[in-house]
């Protein structure tokens, strides 16, 4: 909403070129963080089902099991995107406060908010998930961009 308000912060063309660049990214990225939640539903409903599969040979016991990690991993992989998309769209979102109208500048901090708080959230289905995974290389990397990725997001609000 920001981006499209007539005035900027100081009425220039810098200003302008600026706020469309964002106002692009970021309807790109409410588009991706949209189909996450899509994403997310198919990922949890293949965990439930891999959970659901029978164990009772040994055979049975292995593919339970390599479907359950396959599933995990799925699981991560989806809201660990809505970090970074995340991210992605708290960066644009001081370029349009820098850049916005100063009028509007609590819309922006509500905007960087709630990117926090679903990051925040997204973060605590990668650790939960995490826990589950086996391969600890994977675990590994995937806690290190975590921490990467919330550090981006720990800018005071503004």
């Known amino acids: 909403m920001v981006t499209a308000l007539p005035k900027t912060r100081s009425n220039s063309d810098e200003d302008r070129r600026a706020l469309d660049g964002a106002?692009?990214?970021?309807?790109?990225?409410?588009?991706?963080?949209?189909?996450?939640?899509?994403?997310?539903?198919?990922a949890y409903d293949t965990v439930v089902a891999a959970y659901k599969l029978p164990k009772a040979s040994d055979e049975e016991q292995r593919a339970r099991k390599t479907a359950i990690q396959r599933a995990l991993r799925a699981a991560t992989d989806v809201p660990l995107g809505v970090m970074r998309l995340s991210t992605e769209a708290f960066e644009q979102a001081a370029i349009v406060a820098a850049h916005g109208n100063p009028n509007a500048a609590s819309d922006v901090g509500v905007a960087r908010a709630l990117l926090q708080s679903g990051a925040t959230g997204a973060r605590l289905n990668v650790?939960?998930?995490?826990?589950?995974?086996?391969?600890?290389?994977?675990?590994?990397?995937?806690r290190r961009e975590v921490e990467t990725l919330a550090s981006g997001l720990s800018s005071g609000l503004r």
Do not use: F
């Open 127 to 142: 650790e939960v998930n995490l826990d589950g995974i086996a391969d600890p290389e994977y675990r590994e990397a995937v």
């Open 23 to 42: 106002a692009t990214t970021l309807t790109g990225l409410r588009q991706q963080l949209a189909e996450a939640i899509d994403a997310d539903t198919r």
